[in-house]
């Protein structure tokens, strides 16, 4: 449900968000409404470090599946995407030309935005950290550029609306919306 501001009266001012099915919805004053309804995040820096999936991100990616559809983006840079599929009961979109067992380097931060772009950038939050993940925040409604054992490329910081300390930070915003609203209001 959306509130209209100007219906409201002192001291009840309206709902800034809820969750409402496949679906987290967010009013941000000075932003606007935002009608989330897919995470879109990379794999590797993200949600896995050198190939390991970061371990307790299976309960937490899990909890958020009634809310929101979850996709994977990834280049496989480690090899070992179907076993990061199997943990997570997902399966990943690779990126990028394959040379028959992974991808090779190559327009990916283009590939990202452009996944983001097919499912409807403006109900999509997306969570990366590396340089091929930029075009991705920028494009969607709400990036979230997450600091990782990886490091975290620079224009990737200045194209999310939020950064956060780490992966599990950044799902407990999307469980918690509220915060988002806090940190994102004019």
């Not at 509130?3 to 800034?16: Q, R």
């Not at 299976?58 to 909890?63: L, M, N, Q, R, S």
């Not at 950038?121 to 930029?134: S, Y």
Request: proline content about 5%.
């Amino acid at each position: 449900m959306v509130y209209d501001s100007s219906l409201w009266e002192f001291p009840f001012p309206p709902i800034p968000c809820c969750i409402i099915g496949v679906m987290i919805e967010l009013n941000i004053p000075g932003r606007g409404n935002l009608q989330l309804h897919h995470l879109v995040t990379d794999v590797n820096g993200t949600l896995a470090v050198d190939g390991q999936l970061l371990d307790g991100l299976v309960k937490k990616i899990t909890a958020l599946r009634d809310r929101l559809t979850v996709h994977l983006l990834t280049a496989d840079t480690h090899g070992r995407q179907a076993i990061i599929d199997g943990q997570l009961n997902l399966k990943a979109v690779r990126i990028g030309p394959f040379d028959g067992l992974r991808a090779t380097p190559g327009n990916e931060a283009a590939q990202k935005a452009d996944y983001v772009r097919r499912l409807g950038a403006e109900t999509v939050v997306a969570i990366g950290q590396g340089a091929n993940d930029a075009e991705m925040l920028e494009a969607a409604a709400l990036g979230i550029c997450v600091m990782s054992a990886e490091g975290v490329a620079v224009e990737t910081l200045t194209a999310a609306d939020l950064v956060t300390p780490d992966i599990f930070t950044a799902l407990e915003l999307l469980d918690k919306p509220l915060r988002i609203v806090a940190s994102l209001r004019k």
